[in-house]
């Protein structure tokens, strides 16, 4: 290599290392968001005993909702190590990015759900508890959006660069 | 930077220059004090705590990062380590606090340092060499603040050792760690604990890179947070050689050099017929460079020159009497020490900032707060007389 390509910086690199930037902080949002997935679904599960009250009819239910959730925690736990190992510029995981997607896209159906079911929503978890719900699944979009959006373009940038 | 610059090669840019053996000494062995100079240390010898011009481990572990103690730190850093380049720099984005700590960023050839040399002209060789020493680390420690700052002096995993073998270039990862040993062959240095709390201790200066900066053969690139997703390459051996060669041209000013002292000038033409072997100490891949430096100094001039002591003005300062104690080596160092101080301080209050603390203005000269009763004295004194 030359002196020049080591130490003068292009601007598709500069946009690279600004979406590199980007990956690195979404994929931590993802991995404290799983925290958040779990723990949302033992407010999820009280909630209903404390609503209902019936364990034993409830039981499918409740363990449903916690294999989700433990499934749910590690595949984000996946997806927030991958997205920063590539914001690093460590080996690329591909599947990751399909998984990026899936996860922003089920994220945007949990908004529209608890949009429309805002009202049962409030009796189920109170109107505090709804609305933190809706800020946190807001939150987590836009995270997921731009874990997203950064990996393509980081890809993107990438073949441009002849990085790839 | 480190002993080997500031003292061997201050002694031969200062030999350079003009000066004599024995002044050359003097002024090397001021242009280290600023790291020595500790308030432990001068409370030590009974002398004014106020005109510490650094601080060790333990010090700052007892500071407060409360508004007081974060002054306090930012008083002594950025006044003789971490020289701001603009106090008036605009910053196009981020608030007022952020635009503050943006302003303090250290680089050469800012107006405080050409107000720094200026200040030192007719003074004594200890102001000298104590300004020699704020010269010399506005080229090491540039791009980083004299004030504790996650946003400013943090670093991350984007940090890359540029290395020349042969006309071939490569680069490599630096590795950060916390125990003691540093390898240059595995690229492996010393930094401090990544700590996010904003006003950390962690994060003043260049702890977060470590002694990097103070390591002339190193070239490195990295991506502070505050440069836009741009890294910064810095070149130390180039930026070492221009301070040998400014610091040549300071002084051959302050000796008796007409007009003012002016930014961006290198007496490049009396290192000349010493460029090929300054370059080679400079470049040589090592953690410390004394021997070599001491070796090209006393080439130079022919003499001795004895390894750094603290106690040579430890010794002289304790067994003057009080009326003379301002007569004495340290007794200079610590009225120029103040002065910078007061200086800087002033300067940073009137750029609008608060972060080095309130300054005010009495009977024309800059003086900051309670810190400087000894300055104030000092000046009063001279008018009297």
Excluded at chain 2, 182 to 205: H, P
Excluded at chain 2, 285 to 293: E, F, P, S
Excluded at chain 2, 318 to 325: I, L, Q, R
């Amino acid at each position: 290599m030359t002196k020049e390509e080591l130490t003068i910086q292009s601007p598709e690199n500069i946009r690279l290392q600004k979406y590199r930037s980007s990956l690195m902080a979404s994929g931590g949002a993802m991995i404290i968001f799983s925290l958040w997935t779990l723990l949302r679904s033992f407010v999820q599960i009280e909630a209903k005993l404390n609503y209902r009250g019936d364990t034993e009819a409830l039981k499918p239910w409740i363990t449903a909702i916690l294999i989700v959730g433990i499934v749910e925690l590690v595949l984000m736990i996946y997806l927030g190590i991958s997205a920063r190992g590539e914001g690093m510029g460590r080996k690329k995981r591909r599947p990751y990015l399909v998984l990026g997607i899936i996860v922003a896209a089920l994220s945007a159906v949990s908004i529209l759900y608890l949009i429309f079911d805002f009202q049962v929503e409030c009796q189920v978890y109170g109107v505090i508890g709804a609305i933190v719900t809706l800020a946190v699944e807001i939150t987590f979009f836009y995270a997921a959006l731009d874990l997203v959006v950064s990996a393509i373009r980081v890809r993107k940038l990438e073949e441009e660069t002849g990085r790839a | 930077m480190q002993l080997d610059f500031h003292y061997y090669a201050t002694y031969c840019a200062a030999y350079l220059a003009g000066y004599s053996h024995e002044e050359s000494l003097k002024v090397c062995y001021s242009a280290q004090f600023p790291d020595n100079c500790t308030r432990t240390f001068l409370a030590g010898v009974k002398a004014p705590v106020s005109a510490a011009t650094t601080q060790t481990a333990v010090e700052m572990a007892d500071t407060d990062t409360d508004p007081i103690g974060l002054q306090d730190i930012t008083r002594i850093w950025a006044s003789f380590h971490f020289l701001p380049y603009d106090l008036t720099a605009d910053v196009k984005k981020g608030g007022k606090s952020y635009k503050n700590k943006y302003r303090l960023i250290c680089n050469p050839n800012g107006e405080l340092l050409r107000e720094t040399v200026n200040q030192v002209k007719g003074k004594s060789l200890e102001a000298v060499g104590m300004a020699m020493h704020i010269l010399a680390d506005t080229w090491a420690h540039r791009y980083f603040a004299g004030t504790p700052s996650l946003v400013i002096n943090n670093t991350n995993s984007y940090f890359y050792e540029i290395l020349e073998q042969n006309g071939e270039w490569s680069e490599r990862p630096v590795r950060f760690k916390h125990t003691p040993g540093e390898d240059i062959e595995k690229c492996s240095y010393i930094n401090s604990l990544a700590y996010d709390s904003e006003s950390s201790i962690m994060n003043l200066g260049h702890g977060r890179a470590g002694h990097l900066p103070d390591y002339s053969f190193m070239r490195y690139k990295f991506m502070p947070a505050w440069n836009d997703h741009k890294f910064i390459y810095k070149d130390n051996p180039e930026d070492y050689y221009h301070a040998f060669c400014q610091m040549i041209y300071a002084m051959t000013y302050l000796r008796g050099g007409a007009g003012a002292f002016e930014t961006g000038v290198y007496a490049t033409d009396i290192a000349k017929p010493y460029e090929a072997e300054i370059r080679w100490i400079i470049e040589k891949r090592q953690l410390d460079a004394c021997t070599d430096w001491k070796v090209f100094g006393e080439k130079l001039s022919g003499q001795e020159i004895p390894d750094f002591s603290v106690d040579t003005f430890r010794s002289e300062y304790e067994s003057a009497s009080a009326e003379k104690k301002d007569d004495t080596g340290l007794g200079r160092f610590i009225l120029a020490a103040l002065a910078q101080k007061s200086m800087i301080t002033n300067r940073i209050y009137r750029s609008g900032s608060l972060l080095a603390g309130y300054s005010m203005e009495y009977d024309g000269t800059n003086v900051g707060i309670k810190d400087y009763l000894k300055l104030l004295v000092n000046r009063r004194g001279r008018v009297s007389k």
